[in-house]
Nanobody, 116 residues
Framework: QVQLVESGGGLVQPGGSLRLSCAAS????????MAWYRQAPGKQRELVGV???????NHADSVKGRFTISRDSAKNTVYLQMNSLKPEDTAVYYC??????????WGQGTQVTVSS
């Protein structure tokens, strides 16, 4: 089993920044991809950013140039740096880990609200 705990969400004004953290614990061997997803009210969950075990990253078009996914392997932690936040970024943000056997684990989510 893998446990994922997100933190760092909150209320921020438009144009502001937040950094989300996802701490992973448990049986981490075999995790090949870590990712951040988000789900806004009434909308489907969408991929925000992904990072492979080789360090390759990719981001959704809607956040490119504003959000950056990164990781600290020594701390088993993945980050999502979010800059120039917009009201449409308001959502619950979820951390995801996927193994080489295609087993997927989810965190409990952290709320991000962008509002003046």
């Amino acid at each position: 089993q893998v446990q994922l705990v997100e933190s760092g969400g909150g209320l921020v004004q438009p144009g502001g920044s937040l950094r989300l953290s996802c701490a992973a614990s448990g049986r981490l061997f075999g995790i090949s991809v870590m990712a951040w997803y988000r789900q806004a009210p009434g909308k489907q969950r969408e991929l925000v950013g992904v990072i492979t075990d080789g360090g390759t990253t990719n981001h959704a078009d809607s956040v490119k140039g504003r959000f950056t996914i990164s990781r600290d392997s020594a701390k088993n932690t993945v980050y999502l740096q979010m800059n120039s936040l917009k009201p449409e970024d308001t959502a619950v943000y979820y951390c995801n880990a996927r193994t080489t056997s295609n087993i997927s684990y989810w965190g409990q989510g952290t709320q991000v609200t962008v509002s003046s």
